[in-house]
Nanobody, 114 residues
């Protein structure tokens, strides 16, 4: 079974930056569109960015212009560079294929607060 491990979250002040990483246990995801999702307390999980197998990105309106998704298929890694963070970006961030197909990992907590 594929395992997804997210890392890189933390506490950051508004306007700050974080880089999230997602490691997949198998290279099967190199052929999938991959996505970063987030779930804030009391809200549904939402897709904030996705990237095709050949590297074409797509962003939600809330992420556009601030987040950058990338991938390294040789390393089975997906990244999310988040800049100009806002308190409303506070959530647990997850990676998965888009649409999702694997079991969810534990996610990584991002907290934006002064």
């Amino acid at each position: 079974q594929v395992q997804l491990v997210e890392s890189g979250g933390g506490l950051v002040q508004p306007g700050g930056s974080l880089r999230l990483s997602c490691a997949a246990s198998t290279n099967i995801f190199s052929i999938y569109t991959m996505g970063w999702y987030r779930q804030a307390p009391g809200k549904q999980r939402e897709l904030v960015a996705r990237i095709t197998s050949d590297g074409t990105p797509n962003y939600s309106d809330s992420a556009k212009g601030r987040f950058t998704i990338s991938r390294d298929n040789n390393k089975n890694m997906v990244y999310l560079q988040m800049n100009s963070l806002k308190p409303e970006d506070t959530a647990v961030y997850y990676c998965n294929s888009a649409p999702y197909t694997a079991a969810w990992g534990q996610g990584t907590q991002v907290t934006v607060s002064s």
